[in-house]
């Protein structure tokens, strides 16, 4: 992998997000090289990049319904990273499952975070459901993503604690913390 110096590694990264963009902006204060962000709706990690200086592409998905044109809207998505020289595609909070073309157009390049330890509660309600199941330890997990949703090969993960009382809001808070550090150094890990 090319080098700009001993310490800074040079892969273009793009990231895709939905949410608060809590996670992008941990990666964004942790110098990673973020050419783009794209998110599928109006959210807040638009802002999050923008005041990091970093072009953010609203990719808008019109549909949530049965009708909705998973490899039409994933060849938009892709079309908005080439557009930046995208090399590696990093998920942070994405709430759009991608077909098949970005799986090929990069191959074991796609990383994304998971609010729980995978295999267990995988899905958009994994710290719900782990709260639901009475389970005393949860976590994080940083993996590659492939086609199948939450399946692929796991590449850190760290557990946090479920505490007497706890909401989905407090678990999930203290998860991202542990995300916050967590996925800025297992992306740092996997371009170095
Ligand atoms: C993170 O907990 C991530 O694991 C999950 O969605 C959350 C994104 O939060 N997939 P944010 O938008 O980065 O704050």
């Not at 998110?39 to 609203?58: F, K, Y």
């Not at 590696?88 to 073309?101: C, H, N, P, W």
């Not at 157009?105 to 295999?119: D, K, M, Q």
């Amino acid at each position: 992998m090319p080098r700009k110096d001993d310490t800074v590694p040079v892969m273009r990264i793009g990231v895709l997000a939905s949410g608060g963009g809590s996670n992008l902006e941990a990666i964004l204060r942790g110098g990673l090289p973020v050419v783009a962000v794209v998110v599928d709706r109006a959210c807040g990690a638009t802002a999050v990049a923008e005041a990091a200086g970093v072009p953010a592409e609203l990719v808008r998905r019109e549909t949530f319904d049965a009708d909705f044109d998973r490899a039409a809207y994933t060849e938009r998505v892709l079309d908005a990273l080439q557009l930046h020289g995208v090399e590696l595609v990093v998920m942070a909070g994405f709430g759009t499952i991608l077909d098949k073309q970005i799986h090929d157009a990069f191959p074991g390049r796609i990383l994304n975070t998971h609010p729980a330890l995978l295999p267990s509660f995988p899905g958009w309600h994994a710290v719900d459901d782990a709260l639901a199941a009475g389970v005393k330890v949860t976590g994080c997990t940083v993996h590659l993503a492939t086609l199948e949703v939450d399946s692929g090969p796991i590449l850190a993960q760290e557990a946090v604690p479920v505490l007497d009382g706890d909401t989905a809001e407090t678990l999930h808070e203290r998860i991202k913390e542990v995300e916050h550090r967590l996925y800025p150094e297992t992306i740092r890990q996997f371009i170095s």
